[in-house]
């Protein structure tokens, strides 16, 4: 299952991540290469690539892909979605329903659950979990996630302590039962449940949330064994899991690398099972190099680059500057040449495959066109300093794209620019969320839920979690703030593609190009990876041969 739920910030290059079957090369067709020959072993340990989370293991505390990826495992929540459709289904939920507002809905769960450690999971695991993950005093990165439950501003002022430690809008009615008041309605509120901070905790969370954030005991296919930090993340199959999608394989041991290289050593020498991202030095052979092992599929995410407002440079610039730095963006090429075809070129702040994408949203926006962005550039009062560095994670293969967008803009209008490279995701997330960043970063985000909204409201509203920019826009946030109270789905979806427009003309960010996987496995998975809409695998759907 799980088709599109997770992802916000992406650690990928850009030659990047979020995987079709390519042929020839060196795998043969038969015996312990062919992929679809052997048996499936129900207790076989998939081995898979994972930066160091940026975070402890909470599940409101994950705002990137890596922290993001271990926790889906761990964790059910109520609701999924139905991979290449974004049709919900129901996971620990036996019902999401609305009023005819839709500004409150019954959840109903399924009877039976249990945490990994043996405690009933009940409504009362959902309704503590959200309070303690809302509060302010909790310093949780996605706690603005609950924002539109009644009560939030009491247990997250913007300023001062918390007048409560719970949220009004939530009651218990019994066990699986509970209900969730919502300050307005929002159409699409069930799709936002599927999003790792929606999932229940365990009582005994409450007491040592930092010692559970180090051992999380969550309800999810998979129970937490260990975790030696910048090494190794391990989860084993729970048995006695009571969701749609039990893992047909016994655990996975998730590896850290310190560069795509090295991972990616390790995978043609069937060491590692599975890479995020084939590295840009590999990205001509790997289809050869992998053969029928090798993984080309385009998912939900879009690269970007995002001036930092706070800073003295971008802090009072006029929008046209902007525009006319992503003008000087010659995509064509880079994706053709230095991307070797692994991306699109963006014309939307929108992913494809979401629902709301409109094709050409953006338009001379990320045309290139040499001419007029050196003339809008000047319009607009010039680049303070004229010059921009453009922050990245040195884990992933990111350098290469980095180089050859500086190289673009620097041909096109004589503006200098440079890349800022941290040495992995974390520090790069760290940087971001102090307001440390000099000039501009590397933005990739994956969506948590198939709605055009995840694109804009949760990356672009003032107060949004995945804002670390300082963008604000009052327009934008009143017409994002109509769309959500839209009496339908398609009434929101085209609230929001008002709202880009918006965007198009205040250019928060400079999409570049739409993701694929550029991946690989190895020849001890039987049969073909199955990758969700957010571009990871779903691990629990993965076999592993037997020895």
Known sequence: MRGAQSAKWVALAAVVALAATACGGNDSDSGSNDMNKGTADPNGI????????????????????????????????????????????????????????????????????????????????????????????????????????????????????????????????????????????????????????????????????????????????????????????KVRKYADYKGPNKAKNGGIDFKNYTTADAAYSDLRSNNLDWIEQVPTTALTNYKSDLGKRAIDEEYSAVQSVVPAFYTKQFKDIDPKVIQGLSMAIDRDTITKTVLHGSRTPADSYVARGVIGYKAGALKEQVTYDPAKAKALIKEGGGVPGNKISIQYNADQDHKPWVDAVCNSIRKATGVDCVGDSKPDFQADLNARDKHQVKSMYRGGWVLDYPVNSNFMRDLYGSKAAGNTSGYANKEFDELAAKADKAA????????????????????????????????????????????????????????????
């Open 46 to 233: 998939l081995t898979a690539q994972l930066s160091e989370p940026q975070n402890p293991l909470q599940p409101a505390n994950a705002k990137e892909s890596q922290g993001s990826r271990v926790l889906r495992t761990i964790f059910a929540g109520l609701v999924d979605y139905e991979p290449g459709t974004g049709k919900l289904v129901y996971v620990n939920a036996e019902s999401v329903t609305p009023n005819k507002d839709s500004s409150v809905w019954t959840v109903k769960l399924k009877p039976g659950w249990k945490f990994h450690n043996g405690e009933p999971v009940t409504a009362k695991s959902y309704v503590d979990s959200w309070n303690w993950s809302a509060n302010v005093a909790n310093n949780q990165t996605n706690s603005s996630w609950f924002q539109d439950i009644k009560g939030y501003e009491d247990v997250h002022p913007e300023k001062g302590k918390p007048k409560a430690d719970k949220m009004s809008g939530l009651k218990v009615v019994n066990d699986n039962e509970f209900k969730i008041e919502l300050n307005s309605s929002v159409s699409y509120f069930a799709y936002k449940l599927g999003y790792d901070v929606w999932t229940p905790l365990p009582s005994g969370f409450f007491k040592d949330p930092k010692g559970y954030g180090e051992k999380p005991v969550g309800n999810g296919p998979y129970k937490f064994v260990s975790w030696d930090h910048k090494k190794m993340i």
């Open 488 to 547: 339908t789905l398609d009434e929101t979806v085209k609230l929001y593609q008002q709202a880009e427009q918006v965007l198009a003309k205040d250019m928060p960010a400079i999409p570049l190009w739409f993701y694929k996987v550029n991946s690989g496995q190895s020849n001890k998975v039987l049969g073909k990876i199955p990758y969700g809409q957010d571009g990871d695998p779903i691990f629990t759907n993965v076999q592993v041969k037997k020895k």
